[in-house]
């Protein structure tokens, strides 16, 4: 059994209804698995064959399906590589690079190599934002643009408040629903089929645990490849006024947006991320 679920059947459960989700995915795409030191790795591509490159990386707890209602819009003009973050709900291998090392670029290295890439616009969400972010850090030549939706790793993880809304999940469903809400910022008539998605991957997944690794100012202040930087006003998770004022002062050609009201499921961003990334 891979030790990232709660079971073999909680695994089979997560993995048959990311596939049948896959069959119905909203544009031709191919599936690949990529060999990397950290397993096999799992890469949804669409668009055509000679457009620009745009690699995604999702949040914690999710899979390629985060990019589900962008795909048809952004595999028009680019070539799309939803990639399954190692060590997550979806069909890459369960292993998990040590964060406070190299080891996570060092993958995503051998990742885009198997792809055949060698400079992409990047984008990233949550704990993928962390990644996009550790990457255009340490391997800057490699991106031409930079987009990070709720990232870790700028603001500071707002740990206490995870563990107080973790206590609600022993209060079965209802506690578990309202948790999710909670800390997500899914709590509208409209967030219901996005939140049972989520409630379900968490009922068999053990999420990771440590803190992210806090990017410093001198890493930050050596971003030169154009960025934009979307957070949620009432992000739970993070820290997203610490986020927002720190790459405005950092990286100040940055685009940074606080959207207001939102937590941190920072959701319909198909049309700012086209812009930026067409601009």
């Known amino acids: 059994m891979d030790t990232i679920y709660h079971s073999e059947e909680a695994a089979q459960r997560i993995r048959d209804r990311y596939r049948r989700e896959l069959r119905s995915w909203p544009v031709p795409a191919e599936h690949r698995h990529v060999p990397t030191g950290q397993g096999k790795t799992f890469v ?22 985060t990019w ?12 799309v590589y939803a990639v399954d973050l190692v ?20 993958w995503l290295d051998e ?14 969400m949550s704990l993928g ?17 930079l987009v990070l939706v709720c990232p870790g790793g ?20 209802r506690g578990r629903v309202a948790s999710t809400g909670y800390l997500t910022g899914l709590v509208g008539p409209g967030d219901r089929e996005v939140l049972e998605a989520v409630l379900d991957n968490f009922a068999g997944f053990r999420p990771r645990t440590e803190q992210l690794p806090i990017f410093t100012d001198e890493g930050l ?11 949620g006003e009432r992000d739970r998770m993070f820290d997203s006024a610490g986020t927002a004022r720190r790459m405005r002062a950092l990286v100040p050609h940055a685009r940074v947006r606080v959207l207001p009201g939102v ?9 700012p991320v086209l812009e930026f990334l067409r601009a």
Do not use: C, K
Not at 221 to 231: C, D, I, K, N, S
């Open 44 to 65: 949804l591509v669409a668009g055509p064959e000679q457009a620009p490159p745009l690699v995604l990386l999702h949040g914690s707890g999710a899979n390629a399906t």
């Open 68 to 79: 589900r209602a962008d795909m048809a819009a952004w595999a028009e003009p680019f070539r």
């Open 87 to 106: 060590g997550e709900p979806g069909l890459s291998a369960p292993s998990r690079p040590d964060l406070a090392t190299e080891a996570s670029a060092l």
């Open 111 to 124: 990742v885009l190599s198997g792809l055949g890439l060698e400079r992409v616009a990047l984008a990233g």
């Open 129 to 145: 934002g962390w990644t996009a972010l550790d990457y255009a850090i340490r391997r800057p030549s490699r991106l031409s643009r």
């Open 154 to 173: 700028v603001g500071a993880q707002r740990r206490w408040r995870i563990l107080g809304a973790g206590l609600l999940m022993l209060f079965g469903r």
């Open 221 to 231: 202040r050596a971003l030169t490849m154009p960025v934009q930087v979307t957070v």
């Open 263 to 271: 937590g941190h499921a920072v959701l319909d961003q198909t049309e």
